[in-house]
Every structure is written in C-alpha cells, then in structure tokens.
C-alpha cells in the first residue's frame, strides 16, 4: 500500500511538473511517467488517463491550501489581518504553480464539460469558505448592508480570481495593479474595524 502511495506521488509531483513547463495542452502521459521514473502503465493503472491524473493534481494542491486558509480564517485575527494574510498565501500560490494549475485546468474546462464539473467543484469549496467567514462577520459587525453572505463571498473572492488571470497573461504591476489594489481592501477593512478615534478638544 505504501509502494502504491508513493508511485502515485511521485507521478503526481511529474505531472504537475510538467503542466507548469508545458501547459494542459501539450503535456504527454509518456513524459509524466519518464519524469516520475515509472512505466507508462502505471499512470493507467491509478488514474485511467491524462485528464483524471491533472484533476488529481489539482485536487491535491487546492484541498492542501483550502485547509490552509480555512486555519487562518478560524484564528481570532482581525478580519483586516486575515485579508492581508489571504495576499500573502496569494503571492505564495502564483509563486509555488498552484495558481498556474488552477488556470489551466480551468481553461480547459471551457471546452470539457467533465472537467468544468470537477474544477467547478474545487472552486466552489473557497467560496463556500468565504461564505462562512461573512456569516462569521455579520454575527460580529451586525448588519452587512444589502449583501447576502454569498454575496459578499462573491466580492471577496472573484477579484482574486481576477488577478490570478491577469498576472498569468503577463499583465504585471506595471499594467495593472491587481497585487497593490487587493492589499488595499485590506486597508479598507482595518478603517472598518479599527477607526481613527476622535481628537479631543482642548
């Protein structure tokens, strides 16, 4: 059992490898098992074919950093601090491939109705997330305005997805400031929870 978990690791490493190098398009099931040191068979024989291996890669690095940020967002930060950190761990995603194997697999979603359910499924396990922390918000600032929780989950979440896109097409700081404006609503948030508090007259 223990053999088998390894193959499939190292396959798994290899794949999301070569996705970062390649991109979906272009990856082979014959180079994934050359770099993970396996026969090709073996790539059959766990995962049955290349769309289920680069799903399986997927959902190894997404469940990995959704429970990361579900621990952060359970943590008695200000919900100011949890937004900065959110842009931390979002550096540290584009910056590990994460972000790049959620892109890819995403675009070809659009065309694989399969893989659009199954990427589908990743995606909507953030922002059902999200949804908690507005409900958690709401029970400690009261009123949220007009926004339902999954509303709010929305607002929170597509911007990121957003950058995501942009940075990956090449579209630096310098073309638009997806980085700098999503730290800003983290200035926007401590405004909320921390104001300034009001001079005293003399």
Not at 50 to 75: C, F, G, H, I, P
Not at 79 to 87: G, Y
Not at 132 to 154: C, H, I, M, N, Q
Not at 177 to 200: F, N, T, V
Request: glycine share 6%; net charge negative.
């Amino acid at each position: 059992m223990a053999v088998e978990q390894d193959t499939r690791s190292r396959i798994v490493a290899a794949a999301k490898g070569a996705l970062l190098e390649a991109g979906y398009a272009n990856l082979s099931t014959r180079g994934i098992a050359e770099a993970a040191g396996v026969p090709l068979s073996q790539i059959h024989y766990h995962f049955g074919s290349k769309q289920n291996l680069m799903l399986a890669v997927l959902d190894t690095e997404n469940q990995r950093r959704l429970a990361r940020q579900a621990a952060m967002y359970e943590s008695n930060l200000p919900l100011w601090k949890q937004w900065q950190q959110a842009c931390d761990f979002f550096d540290e995603d584009l910056e590990s491939g994460y972000v790049r194997v959620l892109m890819e697999m995403t675009a070809a979603g659009w065309s694989n109705p399969e893989i659009a359910e199954a990427v589908s499924a990743q995606i909507q396990g953030w922002f059902d997330l999200l949804v908690d922390v507005a409900r958690r918000a709401a029970e400690r600032f009261g009123s949220l305005g007009p926004f339902t929780w999954e509303e709010l989950a929305a607002l929170a979440g597509l911007p990121f997805l957003g950058a995501e896109a942009v940075i990956l097409l090449g579209l630096d700081e310098s073309k638009i400031a997806s980085r700098q404006a999503l730290r800003k609503i983290g200035e926007l948030l401590r405004m909320l929870e921390e104001p300034p508090r009001p001079r005293r007259r003399r």
